[in-house]
C-alpha cells in the first residue's frame, strides 16, 4: 500500500492544531507516517492527555494517609480500607457515544470502567452511575433515556456486578447530549494492586479478550469534538459494541492469573486500545515496548495497521508476564476459552515500535506519547450570562398559592419522581452484597470474604476469612447550580454526597469526579470549568475526601450550545458498624422529627430558591444564586449526625436536596419499598415556625443547603437537640411521625397530603411518561 | 427477635444434635453469576458447597447440585440453550435421574427447561425490560423435598433479577402439572393474592417457579440464595434451602 501523504488536511481531520503537528516533528525529529499520526491524534486528544484540563486538575487534594495509589498514577485510584483490604473506584464518561447510539453507548461506558476496575487487580463489586437527559417530553429524549438505561442493565446485569446507586436530572440543556457516567468499585487486598507497568525487559506482552474489529475506531478522539447534527450519521462507526459476557470471563482470567504471580504489568485496551496500552505501560515501567500486528487477533481481513492500533474494540487487555511463564496465560485463557496471542516484548529503548508483516510501521517514543502531550492553559472570562442570573430578583415573582399542587407537582417531575423505572432493570441484589438498595440517601454495600480476588494456592492467608465491612457510595451533582454559580455549585456538588453518606452512618474515604463541560476554546465555559474544579477541590479537601482520579469530558455541546455545566461526584464512605446503617425513611410511629441545619438560610437573597426546582417548575426561570454551601457548617453536621448515629439513636436520616424541606419531608414518607408494588407509607405531623420575612415557597421548597431530616425515639429529643445547642448547630423538633398523611402547619394554615396520592404521583411518574 | 429459619434450624438441631453437614455442588458456566452467592448461602446454612466446572463430565459425590443464576455462554441463542449440551449437564440428567436432588434457580431454571428437565420454557418478560425488585412467593405444594420447611401460608419475600422469566407451557403441560401438583410457588401480592400486578413477568398462572413429575428436580426464577440473611434484606430464602437439608437428613436417617 503506498504510504499515504500527510497533508494538512489530513492533519485537521485527526484533530491536531498547526502548533500540535510542529511539537510532533519536534518530539521524533521526522515527518511521523499515517499510522503514527493516528496514534498521536489519539494519545494528544483531551480524553486520553487532559490537555486542556491538567493544569487545573493539579488543584485537586489527592492525598492521606489512606491513598495507596493517588490519581493520575493508573488506572484508577485505591484506598486503604483497613485491615489489609483497600477499594479501587473511579467513574468515567460514555456522553458521546451514548448520544449517538444510547445502548451500546452506555454499555461500552459501563465496561470500560469494570475494566479500569479488575486492571487495578480487584474484584469489582458494584456499580453506580450519573445520568442527564433533555426533557422527558421529547420523543427523542425517551428513546435516548430508554437505551441508556437498557445498555447499563444488559452490561451490569450481564456481567453480574449490581448497580446500587445513581442519579438522573432532566433539563434541557443536556437536549442531544445525554452525560453517562459510569462508576464502578472493586475491593482487593493491599498485596493485590496489580500495576500497568511494562516492567522487565525481554517479559513477554500478551493480547487477550477477542479479537480486534473496526469498531470504536479512534473513539477517544471523537469523544474531544463537539457533536454536530451529522454525527449521529457520521460517528455511528466510532461506537464500540459491548460484550458482557466476553468481559465477565476475560476478568475472571484475570485474576486467575493475576493470583499466579507472573504477572508483571497489567492495562486494559480502553479509549484508544492497543495504542495506549503500550505506550502507557511502557512510559509507566520506563521501558519501551515492540509488538507485531500481525500476531494480534484480527476479526476481518486487510486491517491496516492504522486501524489495528486505533481499534476500540471492547474486553481487550494488554498482560505483560515474567519470561518463562507464557503457560501460565495459556493455561487459564484456554480453560475460560479466550483468545490470547503473544504480540511483542519489553525493550529497554524507550520506544514504541508496532511492526506490521515484519516492517517498522511506527517508532515512537513512548514516555513523550503518554506523559508530554502539549498542555494548555486556556483563556477564561466570566461568563456574560451570570449578570442577568444575578438580577433576578425574588420579589418580581408571587408566593406559592397552593403548596398542596406544588408539593405534588414537584414529586411528579422526573428529576424529582422516583427513579424506579431506572433501577428496577437493574440488578442490584447479585453478589448477596447490597445492604442498601437504590432509592435512599446512599447506597450502602458489604465487603465479605467471597468480595475479593483469590489469593494465589500458596499464600497463607488464602482460606482465611475477612472481617466484613460496610461501604457507602453516593453520586451527585446539580448542573443548575454550577452554571447559576460554577464555585458553589462545585463546592455543593461535594458537600451533597458527603452528607449523603453522613446520612447512611458512613466516613467519607474518597471521591471520584466527572468533569462534563463544553468547549474549552470558549473562554466564558472554561471559565465554569476552571471555577467549578476549585470549588470542587476546596469541598474534597474540607471533607478529607481525597480525589483518586476520574474523568473529563469537554466539547459536551449540541447544536444550540453548550450543556450546562455538570460535574458529577462519586463519594465512597465507610461505615464503622453495620448497626450504624441509616436508611432515609420514618419508621416508627411516634417517633419524634428533628431538622438539623438551618430551616432557611436567612443570608442567602433568594432564600435557597435561586437556581431550585420549584423556580424551574412554577416559573420556569434557572436564575438567581444557588444556595450558598458553608463547608464549616455542614462538616459539623455531618460529624454530629454520625456521632448519633453511632450512639444508636437515629432511626432515619435524609438529606434536603432538590424540592427543599418539604419534597424531602415527602420522602420520608413513600419511600420504603419492600417489594414490587409493596410500599410502606408513614405519615408525619410537621409544625414549622415561619421566621420573620421568609416567603412560604422558600420554608417549604427552597433549597438551603446544609439541613438533615431525622427521625429519633422521643426519650432522645432533649439529649440531641442540648447537645446541638452546645455545638452551635441549628437544630429544632419540627414534627413527629405517625398518621397516614403528610400534614404540614405553617404560619399561613394546615396543608395536608394524601400519602396514596403522593407515593402515586411521585413513583409512577417516570414509569407513565415512559410507558404510555 | 427470631427470624424465619432460626427455629427450623432449632428444630433440626433438636431432632439429636447429628446435624449431617452436606455437600452441595453449584455448577459453574462460563457466564453463570449467581455461583459465588450459592455458595455463600449453603455455607450460611452450616453445609459445604463446591463449585463444578461446566466441562466436567462427572459430578464426584454430592448429595445435592444447585443450577445457578446468571447469563450462561452470554445467552446469545436463548437463555440457558447452549448450557443444556455441556458435559455437566449430562452428569447433572444421570444425577437427577437417579432420585438426585437438582435446584435450579433463575438461569438455572432457563437451563433445566431447556435440558427437559423440567416441562415449560421461560420466555422473555411481558414487559420486555429487565425486572429487579423483590417480590412475595406463596408455595403451593409443601410436600416436597423443595417445600416442606416452608410454613403453611408463609409468603416467601425474595429478590428477583430477570430478563426472560415469563413461565410458559401449552394447556396440556399446564394441566399436567397442576394434576401432579408441580407448581410450587407463585407470585402473590404481599397478602398472598394471585393479581396481575404482583406478577413480574407475565408467567401464565403467576408461576414462580415448578418440579418434575418425581419431585427431585425443581428450579424457580426468583433468587432464594439471595435471601438468606437480614443484612441483605431478607432471610426467606433459607426455608428453601432448610426443605432440601431436611429432606437429605430423612433420607440418611432413613439408610
Redesign the interface.
Known sequence: MPEQKITPELIRQHNLTEEEYSLILKQIGREPNITELGIFSVMWSEHCSYKNTRPLLKGFPTRTPEVLVAAGEENAGIIDIGDGLAVAFKIESHNHPSAVEPFQGAATGVGGIIRDIFTMGARPICAANSLRFGNLDSAEVRRLFRGVVAGIGHYGNCFGIPTVAGEVYFDESYEGNPLVNAFCLGVLRHEQIARGAAKGTGNPVFYVGPATGRDGLAGAAFASQDLTEESAEQQRGAVQVGDPFMEKLCMEACLELLATGVVAGIQDMGAAGLTCSTCETAARGGTGIEIELDKVPQRGPGMTPYEIMLSESQERMLIIVHKGKENEVKRIFDKWDLPWAEIGVVTDTGQMVVKHHGEVVADLPAAKLADEAPVYQRASKEPSYLSETRQFDLATIADTQDPIADLQALLSTPTIASKNWVFRQYDSTVRNGTVVQPGSDAAVLRVKSDSLPLLPESAPNRHQAVQDKYLAISVDGNGAYVYLDPYEGGKTAVAEAARNLACSGAVPLGTTDNLNFGNPHNPELFWQLKEAVRGLADACRHFEAPVTGGNVSLYNQNPKGAIDPTPTVAMVGLIEDPAQITTQWFKEQGDVILLLGALVDQADPYQGLGGSAYLKLRHDLKQGLPPRCDLVREKQLHDALRGWISQGIIRSAHDCSEGGLAVALAECCISNERARHTSELTGANIVLKTPAQVRTDALLFGETQGRIIVSIPPSHETKILGQAAILGLPAEKIGTVGGKNLSLKVDEGIFEWDLDTLHDGWFNCINRIMES | MTQPGDEAIQDLENRGGDLKQFTFGILQF??S??D??C???VEVMGHKARYVWHKEESLGHLDAVLVP???S????LRAGAIARFSPVMKAVSDFAAEGGLVLGICNGFQILCEAGLLPGALIRNRSL????????LSTRNTQTPFTSAIPESHLM?V?I?H?EGCYFADETTLEEIEANHQILWQYT??EGNQED??N?NGSVKHIAGVCNKHQNVAALMP?P??AC?D???SKDGRWIFMSLIDHLNRVVSTE
Do not use: M
Not at chain 2, 455462554?73 to 446469545?76: F, L, M, Q, V, W
Not at chain 2, 425490560?129 to 412475595?136: A, G, K, T
Open positions: 462460563p457466564g453469576n449467581s459465588q452467592d455458595i455463600d448461602a443464576g446468571g447469563f455462554y452470554g445467552d446469545y425490560q429487565f425486572r429487579s425488585e423483590f417480590v412475595h419475600r429478590p433479577a430478563g401480592t404481599s400486578h404482583a413480574p433468587h440464595e439471595r440473611q443484612i441483605i434484606g
